[in-house]
């Protein structure tokens, strides 16, 4: 951004004439000033006000110019502060769109938001949990299975299933918990994640064994131990996943971007036509016409792909990545 954004005429005569514009290293000069903002995201841009006193907006993560640019007129709209929709929210002014906004732009601040969405899901009755906009902010939004608000979720498991189908909150209870887990490996907390597994085989909990299993996994891919990884993705998919259409993508797009193997790319693809037959979404058909075009399959690959972009056009979400498969589906010869 230094290089580019910042340099760019355009944002140069925009932001010199609307702020006093300052560049900090927070991990040097800045440490002190640090303890007050709380930046751990870089780059992130943080908008005072004229008296330098408070915080109107603030926004983590690498900008384009067009991007850069409409956070700088974002910054001083009231209508998109970050501050507005902070002040609404602990004035108990705000509606739940906005509370969920609020939450979202804590995210994309670089701010912790999990602490706020545990005060508000703990605050909510099991009725007013069951709500379809707080069940979005639960599914969407929440990360901590350590945090109070996740007994409330387990409590109210069997309602969940009822209303938004098993299989969502058993998905969102075993990415609670591999998180957790893949924390304590990034952190390398060995004890940590052997006590958190310990733990999981002594409870009840029937998903347990699966987590676990999964966990396993995702360590492996972690630490790119790709051979470990592919020892265990069999025995995980046949016993836990032919139901699982998002665990079958997943380990089926990571053979296909990580393995070589015929015989198991054979194996991903009987994954890949499982999850589709699942669930028809765009990513699973991504996937499958990735392997079809691996194992050299022309017209299958070239099919599924198309269909990939079809369900892509009808979302009106970008499906470069399809178009691009394509091209190289395209110029293939067939094995078969």
């Keep these: 951004m230094v290089d580019s954004v910042y340099k760019d005429k355009e944002v140069a005569a925009y932001f010199n004439k609307n702020y006093i514009c300052i560049k900090m290293d927070m991990e040097k000069e800045g440490r002190e000033f640090n303890k007050k903002i709380k930046i751990k995201n870089y780059r992130t841009h943080v908008f005072f006000d004229y008296n330098n006193t408070v915080m109107m907006h603030r926004s983590a993560g690498k900008k384009n110019t067009a991007e850069f640019l409409q956070l700088g007129k974002d910054a001083q709209d009231t209508t998109k502060q970050l501050r507005t929709f902070e002040r609404k929210y602990f004035d108990k002014k705000a509606n739940i769109e906005e509370i969920t906004t609020y939450m979202k732009m804590l995210e994309k601040a670089g701010l912790d938001n999990q602490v706020t969405i545990n005060a508000y899901l703990s605050g909510l009755s099991d009725k007013e949990m069951l709500k379809h906009e707080n069940w979005r902010i639960m599914y969407d939004l929440f990360k901590e299975v350590e945090m109070t608000s996740f007994q409330k979720v387990m409590y109210l498991r069997e309602e969940y299933a009822k209303i938004y189908t098993a299989d969502s909150i058993d998905n969102k209870i075993i990415s609670l918990y591999n998180s957790a887990l893949m924390n304590r490996v990034q952190k390398l907390d060995t004890s940590g994640y052997n006590t958190m597994v310990e733990k999981l085989r002594k ?124 091209e190289k589906i395209e110029e293939m010869k067939s094995v078969e």
């Design 203 to 326: 409870s009840e909990l029937d998903l347990s064994e699966k987590i676990i299993a999964y966990a396993s996994l995702n360590r492996h891919k972690m630490r790119s131990d790709w051979k470990n990884y592919q020892l265990e993705a069999v025995p995980f998919i046949e016993k836990y996943c032919m139901d699982d259409y998002r665990r079958l993508n997943e380990v089926a797009y990571n053979f296909y971007e990580r393995i070589t193997d015929k015989e198991l790319l054979a194996k991903a693809e009987t994954w890949a036509v499982k999850a589709v037959s699942l669930q028809d979404n765009i990513r699973n058909n991504h996937t499958l016409s990735g392997i079809y075009f691996k194992l050299g399959k022309k017209e299958p690959a070239m099919t599924a792909c198309k269909h990939t972009i079809d369900l892509a056009k009808k979302a009106n979400v970008d499906y470069k990545q399809s178009s691009l498969l394509l």
